[in-house]
């Protein structure tokens, strides 16, 4: 069974960091196209960032450039979603998505985790 299972969430203050993983079962992750969206509370779905199968092409939405960093770790079957500076417009839950289309930053991966909750607030 193909799986994805985020972990790293929790609360934490404006101005803080976390780091989100996304951990792959049942296939091998460097075949795919991975990326992490996250959706707030009554509003839709939105994509955060995105990385290719090397690495080598990374993409942000505007309002996390600078903050967020994505990256993979092949021989852990993991991606990764470093998040500093955080905003309280950050809350929300974050998931996870792979695909071996190369989709960017659009919806329409084929892969999702069941999320992880990030909360920012004082």
């Known amino acids: 069974q193909l799986q994805l299972v985020e972990s790293g969430g929790g609360l934490v203050q404006p101005g803080g960091s976390l780091r989100l993983s996304c951990v792959a079962s049942?296939?091998?992750?460097?075949?795919?196209?991975m990326a992490w969206f996250r959706q707030a509370p009554g509003k839709e779905r939105e994509a955060v960032s995105c990385?290719?199968?090397?690495?080598?092409?990374?993409k942000y939405a505007d309002s996390v450039k600078g903050r967020f960093t994505i990256s993979r770790d092949d021989a852990k079957n993991t991606v990764y979603l470093q998040m500093d500076s955080l905003k309280p417009e950050d809350t929300a839950v974050y998931y996870c998505?792979?695909?071996?289309?190369?989709?960017?930053?659009?919806?329409?991966?084929?892969?999702w985790g069941q999320g992880t909750q990030v909360t920012v607030s004082s």
């Open positions: 990385i290719s199968t090397v690495g080598n092409r990374k």
């Open positions: 998505a792979a695909d071996r289309i190369e989709r960017l930053l659009q919806s329409t991966y084929n892969l």
């Open positions: 049942g296939f091998f992750l460097d075949a795919y196209y």
